[in-house]
T-cell receptor, first 117, second 112 residues
């Protein structure tokens, strides 16, 4: 079964409003989670690294004031798209590393489809 | 920085055909290499991985070998099925717990 969940799976919002997307690790703790954005027929682009108990680390070119990330607990990270515009419409995917013996494996959430009208 | 270059698609094959999707990478150190699959409307699923040179990852009939000398991790399957139709992403990570760098994805369509 899924080990990383995202909510909502789809959201439609009006331009200028804010939208919050949740990413949860279901049966393990994740001090770090990652947020990606996927454009149609394109690859995943890393937006930021979410760090539990501290500030997120944003990739170059990603506006931290527009894409607010909060990692308030060891199982939950949230991405808030503030003052959304149509160009923010995309598929947002989170991932969390889970330890499996001496190594980790990245688990990806099912994604959230955001449409801004 | 890290980068992954993947064979451009789309790729269309007939059922039972042989599949190869090329993937080469540039990275510092000794990254782990991954192939992910994304079915229509779904999130990414790990297909297979290799964590060191000469390792072979395999799953569901798919295989890929970590070739350090050619910095490649080509995905192969001897006989594809219609159900293999999906987008395939090659990726790397310098640490398994760290962020991943993805290729652009290759769309595979298998026709009966």
């Amino acid at each position: 079964g899924a080990v990383v969940s995202q909510h909502p799976s789809r959201v439609i919002c009006k331009s200028g409003t804010s939208v919050k997307i949740e990413c949860r690790s279901l049966d393990f703790q994740a001090t770090t989670m990652f947020w990606y954005r996927q454009f149609p027929k394109k690859s995943l682009m890393l937006m930021a690294t979410s760090n539990e108990g501290s500030k997120a680390t944003y990739e170059q070119g990603v506006e931290k004031d527009k894409f607010l990330i909060n990692h308030a607990s060891l199982t939950l990270s949230t991405l808030t798209v503030t003052s959304a515009h149509p160009e923010d419409s995309s598929f947002y995917i989170c991932s969390a590393p889970r330890a499996g013996g001496p190594t980790y494996e990245q688990y990806f959430g099912p994604g959230t489809r955001l449409t801004v009208t | 920085g890290n980068s992954v270059t993947q064979m451009e698609g789309p790729v269309t094959l007939s059922e039972e055909a042989f599949l190869t999707i090329n993937c080469t990478y540039t990275a510092t150190g000794y990254p782990s290499l991954f192939w992910y699959v994304q079915y229509p409307g779904e999130g990414l699923q790990l297909l297979l991985k290799a964590t060191k040179a000469d390792d072979k990852g395999s799953n569901k009939g798919f295989e890929a070998t970590y070739r350090k000398e050619t910095t490649s991790f080509h995905l192969e399957k001897g006989s594809v099925q219609v159900s293999d139709s999906a987008v395939y992403f090659c990726a790397l990570s310098n640490t398994n717990a760290g962020k991943s760098t993805f290729g652009d994805g290759t769309t595979l369509t298998v026709k009966p």
